[in-house]
């Protein structure tokens, strides 16, 4: 586990914490959160599937409405980041919308949108899964993949072992799974898999190469770090996109849906997008 070393005594450093010493942990400390995650996830698609299964079709609407409705919160609150973000005169939602506009691109030239439905189709062929197997699959990815939390709670968990973060967000997801599973079925449950790969890569990258990156530093204080502010911004941006998708999975108007998967690649581009803003005007 990671331990801050400091020394007492009248000639001790005054501020211990500032240098403060990162040594090993185990594997099952870094992944902590992400276990927590993926079972979270499971239990609450079994739930779903076997309390939404019996709800009437109209209910399982407006249950949908209603998950749309606290992630559109979400990815508001997200995207207020951007305003405590800029680049000299260029404020942070002009470099968000500069990195999504790439993102879009490149994505849709890397076909991200179809590769995740492929996957979710070969999934549902494998286990014979049936129904809106595959759009629950990527719904529930992204929804449970595109945040702060998925990022800072990785970082926190590979670098102390604090998996608080990462606890918080499998609340949520597992009441999201709930309700994203008495509408698309199975296919939310295989979204863990993505958890486990995406969350787990994180805290393990976090725990091999970050601390000597960070330095020891707090991995709290990285939610204000404009870099990060970046990150959060551009993804609460993608959750509305996912909001409107659930609000139109909820209306029955699929085919007009958002191709959220397409954007994620501004996750990288709006940090990258700061950072050459800041080079450029100072």
């Not at 995207?79 to 260029?90: F, I, K, T």
């Not at 085919?255 to 996750?267: E, F, G, H, I, K």
Request: proline share 4%; net charge neutral.
């Amino acid at each position: 586990m990671l331990v801050e070393m400091g020394c007492i005594g009248p000639t001790s450093d005054p501020a211990p914490r500032a240098r403060a010493t990162l040594l090993p942990m185990s594997l099952l400390s870094q992944l902590s959160g992400t276990f927590v995650n993926v079972v979270a996830v499971l239990l609450g698609t079994l739930l779903g599937l076997t309390v939404g299964g019996r709800l009437p079709p109209q209910t399982q609407r407006s249950l949908l409405q209603t998950l749309s409705l606290v992630t559109l919160f979400i990815g508001l609150d997200m995207a207020g980041s951007l305003n405590r973000v800029s680049a000299g005169s260029v404020p942070g939602v002009i470099l968000a919308l500069v990195s999504l506009a790439a993102g879009v691109v490149i994505g849709e030239a890397l076909g991200i949108e179809e590769r995740l439905g492929r996957l979710g189709e070969t999934l549902r062929r494998s286990f014979r899964g049936e129904g809106r197997f595959t759009e629950g699959f990527v719904a529930a990815s992204l929804l449970f993949c595109v945040g702060p939390l998925t990022f800072v709670g990785g970082l926190q968990n590979g670098l102390t072992g604090d998996a608080s973060s990462y606890i918080l967000k499998s609340t949520l997801d597992g009441i999201a799974a709930l309700a994203l599973a008495g509408a698309y079925g199975i296919g939310v449950g295989f979204s863990a898999l993505t958890v486990l790969i995406v969350q787990g890569g994180i805290s393990l990258a976090a725990g091999g190469f970050a601390a000597t990156l960070l330095g020891g530093a707090d991995p709290e204080t990285l939610k204000t770090n404009p870099y990060v502010l970046m990150l959060t911004g551009a993804g609460g941006l993608t959750i509305i996109g996912i909001s409107w998708n659930l609000m139109l999975a909820g209306l029955g108007l699929e085919d007009r849906r958002v191709r959220v998967a397409s954007m994620l690649p501004a996750l990288l581009l709006a940090p990258l997008a700061l950072a050459l803003a800041r080079l450029i005007v100072g």
